[in-house]
Structures are given as C-alpha cells and as structure tokens.
C-alpha cells in the first residue's frame, strides 16, 4: 500500500523540495515531481541554483526517452505518464491522480494558510481511504533536510 508522507509547517517550500530531492537522489531514489507547468519551471530552475556545488540530476518529462531513462529526478504536469512509480512528490495542490500505483508520496506543506487549506484536504482524502499518512512537522532549525 502507498505511503503517504507530510512535511509541514515548511517556511522555504521552493528551497526545501529541493534540499529533499538532493537527499532522495543520494539515497538513490527515482522522484516524479508532479505540479503544474508554471510551478515545474520554478523548481527546475531553481534546482540548477539552489547550491554552487550540488547538482540533482532531473530532466522534464518532457525530455527525450534517453534522458527520461537516467534521470532519477521527472518534472512532469498531471498529464503526463509517469516514467517509475517509486516515490511522487506532489508539487501541485490537490489529490495527483494515480497517486496510488506509487510506493511513496510526499506532500510538503508550507506556513500559508491556503497551502495548509488544501493539503488538510489532501490529508483527508489519502486517510478517508485507508492510507497510512505521517507527519514530518518541521522546526525552524530543522526545515533542512539532508
């Protein structure tokens, strides 16, 4: 059964995705990011920039098979299949469909009201179904994964 993961109260959204999505593919993890166009674009820009010396390997699923195939890091929008089913982190915010053919999904939840909104909504639906779902809350001197 798929693992439900919460990270919440996160005050850098953007910077701690990709802080875990460095620490995911150390570990040799495969990520399918799911979220919408425009927020794909800020996340894959942002993981070419977010450290001088650290890369995290990730291609748009966009990208031709060839890299699609070594890449353990996928951007891809709710249209596009996914290329593994090992761990999804959804970027967007609502329920991804075919969250469930997933081993692992990670939710992370930032300080906004709105973004706390809709990730209870989420919450509930993965719960009203049975899913076992965690909570990572994350203190002020822990916000940093890995």
């Known amino acids: 059964m798929t693992e439900i993961a919460f990270h919440t109260q996160v005050p850098d959204k953007l910077g701690y995705c990709c802080r875990l999505l460095r620490k995911a593919t150390a570990s040799g993890a495969q990520v399918w990011v799911q979220g919408e166009p425009a927020q794909l ?45 090992q761990v999804l982190l959804n970027w967007g915010d609502s329920v991804p469909s075919g969250f469930e053919s997933f081993a692992r999904v990670i939710e992370i939840v930032s300080l906004q009201d709105e973004d706390r909104r809709l990730a209870r909504l989420r919450w509930k639906h993965y719960s009203g179904r049975g899913y076992p779902v965690t909570a990572h809350e994350q203190k002020t001197n822990e916000a940093q994964p890995g």
Do not use: E
């Open 41 to 85: 674009q800020l996340l894959d820009a942002a993981l070419w920039t977010f450290a001088p010396l650290d890369f995290v390997p990730h291609c748009l699923a966009t990208a031709d098979a060839a890299v699609l195939a070594t890449s353990p890091v996928v951007l891809g929008a709710p249209d596009q299949p996914p290329t593994h089913h």
